[in-house]
């Protein structure tokens, strides 16, 4: 039994390196907790009865998703790849990087997707039916605003979650493949999403994971994921509103 269990260790977990096992195994474990704790079913199963008291108190549950998603995708990974690998923060794009190839590759990208955004609204009406995706803050531009805001935050944990600790943390082990390996559960985690951006996540999950390479920073990816999820919005409420 002893000898059996030896020749297991030998065989599957000789030339295991560090960074790239303990980025996989977290992020495996990270993604099955935030798809457990942070959805909004489960603040309105145990936490909705505190906050009733609240202004809009259909956007708690958001807010609450863009928090929790803050905690699991964002501090909790950052504090693995600090103390779990080892490695400095920059090391997983928590940096500027090349800022003119960022800049602009960002501000190219978003104005090339506000026709894309206005002719996918137009065309599949799904679209003016999910987005955005808290209807109460349509109310009140200070309400939307501040959604977007807390939107940005939710935006900016989900990049550095895919394009930060998985990307940076298997790049040593995979190189280039690290882009592919973590498009999988990136494109996965948009199964609830309209069709057409679903299998859209797969180019842009590609596309991202190179522009965070070149510019060895996930910054840039998060902000135009922010812009298009904004722009999103703006579109389907104008679009909705201009429809009779």
Same mark, same amino acid.
């Given at each position: 039994?002893?000898?059996?269990?030896q !020749?297991?260790?030998?065989?599957y977990?000789r030339?295991w390196?560090?960074?790239?096992?303990?980025?996989?195994l977290?992020?495996?474990?990270?993604?099955?907790l935030h798809?457990?704790? =942070?959805?909004? =079913?489960? #603040?309105?199963?145990?936490?909705?009865?505190? /906050?009733s008291?609240f202004?809009?108190?259909e =956007?708690?549950?958001?807010?609450?998703? +863009?928090? @929790?998603t803050a /905690?699991?995708? +964002?501090?909790? *990974?950052?504090?693995v790849?600090?103390?779990g690998?080892?490695?400095?923060?920059?090391?997983?794009?928590?940096?500027?990087?090349?800022?003119?190839?960022? &800049?602009?590759? !960002?501000?190219?990208?978003?104005?090339l997707?506000?026709?894309v955004? @206005?002719?996918?609204?137009?065309?599949?009406?799904?679209?003016?039916?999910?987005?955005?995706?808290?209807?109460a803050v349509?109310? =009140?531009w200070?309400?939307?605003?501040?959604?977007? @805001?807390?939107?940005?935050?939710?935006? #900016?944990? &989900?990049?550095? /979650?895919?394009?930060?600790?998985?990307? #940076?943390?298997?790049?040593?082990? /995979?190189?280039?493949?690290? @882009?592919?390996?973590? !498009?999988?559960? +990136?494109?996965?985690?948009?199964?609830?999403?309209?069709? *057409?951006?679903?299998?859209? $996540?797969?180019?842009?999950?590609?596309?991202?994971?190179?522009?965070?390479?070149?510019?060895? $920073?996930?910054?840039?990816?998060?902000?135009?994921h922010?812009?298009?999820?904004m722009?999103m919005?703006?579109?389907?409420?104008?679009?909705?509103?201009?429809?009779?």
């Open positions: 039994m002893v000898f059996h269990i !020749t297991l260790k030998e065989k977990l030339g390196e560090r960074q790239a096992t303990v980025i996989l977290a992020a495996a474990l990270l993604l099955t798809r457990y704790y =942070s959805r909004r =079913s489960f #603040f309105n199963r145990h936490f909705v009865e505190h /906050f008291n202004p809009l108190p =956007s708690h549950p958001y807010y609450y998703w +863009f928090l @929790i /905690f699991t995708l +964002f501090f909790v *990974p950052a504090f790849a600090k103390f690998t080892g490695e400095k923060l920059n090391n997983y794009g928590v940096q500027l990087g090349n800022q003119r190839l960022g &800049w602009s590759v !960002t501000a190219v990208a978003w104005i997707m506000i026709p955004v @206005i002719l996918a609204v137009m065309v599949y009406p799904p679209f003016v039916e999910k987005y955005p995706l808290c209807k349509v109310g =009140s200070q309400a939307f605003l501040l959604y977007q @805001i807390a939107y940005g935050i939710y935006m #900016f944990s &989900w990049e550095f /979650f895919f394009r930060g600790f998985m990307l #940076f943390g298997l790049e040593r082990k /995979f190189g280039n493949y690290a @882009i592919l390996i973590q !498009t999988i559960p +990136f494109a996965v985690m948009h199964y609830s999403k309209p069709l *057409p951006e679903a299998l859209g $996540s797969i180019i842009a999950g590609v596309l991202l994971g190179v522009l965070a390479f070149e510019t060895r $920073s996930f910054i840039y990816g998060a902000a135009i922010w812009l298009v999820a722009t919005d703006v579109v389907a409420v104008a679009f909705r509103h201009s429809v009779p």
